[in-house]
């Protein structure tokens, strides 16, 4: 019961969820270099804390069913994310006229929508593994979690529903096509080493920056913010986005070699080029030439030749280069709100795009 | 180019598109028994022909995307099934205010969700072939037909959402969820002999006919009718999806024998117990021995197995008694709509109720 947790009314979450809240929150600014940003959204994440606890209430509320379906998308919303998404919505709100119910229907909404999204993706990766859990379909088969995603993303467009925020549906009917069309261009470019940074940005602007540009911009629409204001908090999210997903590119070469090396063969196979790889291949055509033959081999790369190309890629600078670039869009998110009038909100969003670039977890 | 087609406007298909969407109808009321019912139909088709070249045209402006994705979208909807669920929303329009854009819209969303969940299902049922020809995920792969069934969801929603109909969206909302959920009750079945009247009547209302209640319900909201005239109008859906998916459960065991037998145990395998199964089984205890015993044998039914089933399952009269409630659910639906007003759209209804039980194909 740590008295540092702001009360909770009785109809809320415990405090114990609230501290897991803040933990997330502290995830988030986890950042090995700089401490200091650690410190400084601690004291921030009072000013969201009861905001982020309930949107995880909000979350809790999709019904628990016992059978595959139900137990397959409660696995995956039982491992929670960072919630980075929702926190955005919120803050998105805050700068307006603040978190309302609308507000938090919204950013129970997005959360939802990545949910559906990671269950069919998981399905069509074959992916096995997920935030550190077995994936749900690994659990209860492909079957329940193309139906678990179906479901989830019925979920979230009732709360959308719900929120009756004027535009916000038909623009995520809107993204989630855009969602969709980035999924075709990965398919058509499975088993091709793809090459060229157009693709690349199709992919990720498509995949992960859109639904940020939603949450943002559909945050500030249910705070009542003008519409540059909400086109501003837009063009953050979708420079944020961006950053988020180079970081978590970037990652993947900072873990351990063996895991590191069976992954990037992995995600070569499903078409997924990251921009590490399209960097390293750019600046060392001998690692392009031993990706491509591995691309062709039915037998992948051995775990000798993972950790040759691993250390290839090391060497080309293209880890520091992504890292680098990623801070570039952080910066470019946080340049796009310099209009807002200041206020804790804004601190905060300056402060998560600083921290999502510098993360290295 | 035939004369008896209704003269279409310029910027509509021309008159070959015409005489299939009324191939279209007369398939329909394809009735070896009632002749007469095939003839009356086709008299009316003149009423509703240039509706469904619309409402064609309007499935056809989903948008051609050269990528597997949108060909697995594409392919399933050149395949034309009956047309079925958008010609009741266009009748219960018609038994209103008429078939306006509106209406247009709803029917081509019902049109498009129904295709969303045949490429879900056909994913996870395994299915090769759908309406005589591949299916599309054996042609393009079981990822591009995941995605492609969430963006015929979409495609649904959106135009849902044109068609500025009060309700209907959310109504939408709750029937996809039921369909989940009928998906679900299947699922917990698979692999198990399901022998209960309460188990198969929640997957087929769930999975079929709560999306022809919706499309019923939905028309005459179009045509502003009044409540009440409305739900006589879903009540009619809810027992013509009914009826009409007991007599595709029958017509299952009229083809040839080997392909039945396969078929039947494919059935099986994959939780789905159709009306004649359950009926033979509770009539037949040695049938349903041997269907237990193949379900619990690794290789399945053999030829002569499957054949020596289907004689047993002939001999109960189980496929009759399906025709049978078939009929009863047709009749229940023509009841429910003896209130409205006597006119085209009324008797046309009537008819495709009367012509889906005794359907032969």
Known sequence: MADSVTPLRADRPGPDEGVAVLDRLEAVCNTHDAPELAEVLRALSAFMLEDLVQVEADIERVPRRDEVIGKSAHHLLALKGKRLRPM????????????????????????????????????????????????????????????????????????????????????????????????????????????????????IEGKTASLFRWGLRSGARAGRL?????????????????????VDDALDFMGEAEETGKNLFADLREGKVTYPVLVGMERDPALKAALGDALASPKGLSNAEGQRVLTALRKTGAIDASMALAREYSEAAAKAIERLPSGAAKTALTLVADASARRRA
């Open 88 to 203: 955005c919505v919120a803050l998105a709100a805050k700068a307006g006229r603040g978190f309302d119910d609308s507000a938090r229907a919204l950013a129970a909404a997005v959360e939802l929508v990545h949910s559906a999204t990671l269950l069919h993706d998981d399905v069509v990766d074959h992916g096995t593994m997920r935030r550190g859990e077995p994936t749900a379909r690994t659990l209860y088969g492909n079957a329940a979690s193309v139906f678990a995603g179906d479901w989830l993303l019925i979920e979230a467009l009732r709360r959308v529903r719900q929120a009756d925020v004027p535009r916000v549906l038909d623009d995520l009917l809107d993204i989630i096509d855009e969602m969709i069309r980035a999924e075709a261009v990965q398919l058509e470019n499975r088993g091709r080493l793809v090459v060229d940074r157009q693709t690349y940005f199709a992919i």
């Open 226 to 246: 003008d519409d540059e204001d909400a086109e501003a908090l837009a063009t953050y999210g979708q420079n944020l986005g961006i950053a988020f997903q180079i």
